[in-house]
């Protein structure tokens, strides 16, 4: 990232567009070459659907997950518009990036740790939790530096939501639908909540600006980490004890 905004910054924008073509184009070079295992999918697709939106607690997190996607969304889709507006050089744009994925990478290397220390849904709660400062710091950020350094936040929101997420489906999704859980969590999160998020990031930056958009979907972060917090702990209460 780094040295593509350097590039940018000596060449134009278009030099991005023709590296990543390089790039994807090495990529799919290699996809062509990567053996596939082929496997028998077991079982009735929707009945496995139906299964899990009948459940409360499966509802309850996709609800959940699909407001924290929308949060982060709006910083996926508008920090480097956000970073511009900010004065931020390309190259600064190119160390967000490397910051963003550096304490990505940190979480997921320690992510049995993580999951022993605190379990899956207090790291649900955590990263639900992080997202709301990291957007309230993008908010009130003066300078494009002070922006960048919310940034190490990016691994405790949403690498630790994903890798939580996944974990908590397993504790709680139907016997036997556990990849189909996954499935429809990848598509709320980074579906579903990716495009509302960049609808409604869009209207409030456009109607009221970047800092009152960032605010707005702190607080609907908040409000959904308070209800996973009072709804998941009731229905932990109401699970049997095992004997």
């Not at 607690?57 to 407001?67: D, E, K, N, P, S």
């Not at 456009?206 to 229905?235: K, T």
Request: net charge neutral; aromatic share 12%.
């Amino acid at each position: 990232a780094p040295i593509a905004g350097y590039v940018v910054a000596a060449a134009g924008l278009s030099w991005a567009f023709y590296g990543g073509a390089v790039l994807f184009l090495v990529l799919f070079l290699v996809a062509l070459l990567t053996p596939i295992q082929k496997v028998r999918i077991q079982g009735n697709y929707w009945a496995g659907i139906t299964a899990l939106i009948s459940d409360r607690q499966v509802v309850v997190f996709f609800g959940v997950m699909l407001v924290g996607g929308m949060g982060l969304a709006s910083v996926h889709h508008y920090l480097y518009l956000y970073l511009d507006h900010l004065g931020a050089s390309t190259v600064t744009m190119g160390y967000s990036l490397s910051i963003a994925t550096v304490s990505e990478v940190l979480v997921m290397f320690f992510a049995d740790r993580l999951l022993r220390r605190w379990k899956a849904r207090e790291m649900i709660l955590i990263g639900m939790l992080m997202i709301v400062l990291r957007l309230v710091g993008y908010a009130i950020a003066p300078t494009p530096q002070a922006a960048l350094a919310f940034q190490v936040l990016h691994g405790p929101t949403f690498a630790a939501i994903w890798l939580a997420g996944i974990a908590y489906l397993s504790e709680i999704a139907p016997p036997g639908l556990g990849n189909t859980a996954q499935g429809l969590f990848t598509g709320v999160v980074m579906g579903l909540g990716s495009s509302f998020g960049a609808f409604g990031g869009g209207f409030l930056y456009q109607g009221m600006g970047f800092s009152v958009m960032f605010l707005v979907m702190a607080g609907c972060v908040f409000v959904a980490g308070v209800s996973f917090l009072v709804l998941s702990r009731s229905d932990a209460a109401d699970q049997p004890e095992e004997v």
